[in-house]
């Protein structure tokens, strides 16, 4: 059955800080992997995506992820992290590029401290 | 362009009563989706047209929740009757093959 596995449920980290959250996920096929990230209140913005070629992806607001397929891991990174950066961060697998039905993982809240 | 638009934005009902939410997704999108996000959970998906065909509908609870897309544009998501375990946000995303997924800022509902 495919599945996401986000291990960390809440992340701080002091602004300035390196980040890392972690997605392992369970997908038969070659994935398509997301990372979105939902604010208070809001939809889900998405960050990046894989779907085939260079296994570290850039995204938007200075995160990248990298695809290891031995792993089965697609972690979120970000070298300085800033205030704005704390919501909550959701690792995806999507049965399609970009009409599929998308696979969440639990989430991983991100606090960001002073 | 104009985003996936969703409506109401909140909603309190009592148990058992009924309740319809709304979504017009970007112009031109085939595709559109209806996710359930439960507080501390990640989204799950309810039900996906394709135009104004079902494609998925293998975890929509059918005694309880119905949702249409007539002419293959706007949507509506129905519950009836609604239980507590309702709660939840109910997202609304429409995607093409060109531009990917746009997720709507969501009704936030509340069974008392």
């Known amino acids: 059955a495919q599945s996401v596995t986000q291990p960390d449920i809440h992340i701080t980290v002091s602004e300035g800080a390196s980040l890392e959250l972690r997605c392992n996920y369970s997908?038969?096929?070659?994935?398509?992997l997301f990372w979105y990230v939902q604010s208070p209140g809001q939809g889900l913005q998405l960050l990046l995506k894989y779907f085939s070629g260079d296994t570290l992806v850039q995204g938007i607001k200075g995160f990248e992820a990298e695809f290891k397929r031995s792993q089965s891991s697609f972690n979120l990174r970000k070298p300085s992290v800033h205030w704005s950066d704390a919501a909550e961060y959701f690792c995806a697998v999507g049965t399609a590029s970009n009409t599929g039905k998308l696979i969440f993982g639990q989430g991983t809240t991100l606090q960001v401290k002073p | 362009e104009a985003g996936v638009a969703q409506s109401p934005r909140y909603k309190i009902i009592e148990k058992r009563q009924s309740v319809a939410f709304w979504c017009n997704p970007i112009?031109?999108?085939?595709?559109l989706y209806w996710y359930q996000q439960i507080l501390g959970q990640g989204p799950k998906l309810l039900i996906q047209?394709?135009?104004?065909?079902?494609?998925?509908d293998s975890q929509l609870p059918k005694d309880r929740f119905s949702a249409e897309r007539l002419k293959g544009v706007d949507s509506t998501l129905k519950i009836q009757p609604a239980k507590l375990e309702d709660s939840a946000v109910y997202l609304c995303?429409?995607?093409?093959?060109?531009?990917?997924?746009?997720f709507g800022s969501g009704t936030r509902l509340t069974v008392v």
């Open positions: 112009s031109g999108h085939a595709t």
């Open positions: 997908y038969g096929a070659t994935p398509y």
């Open positions: 047209f394709q135009n104004n065909g079902v494609v998925d």
């Open positions: 995303a429409s995607s093409s093959q060109g531009s990917g997924y746009t």
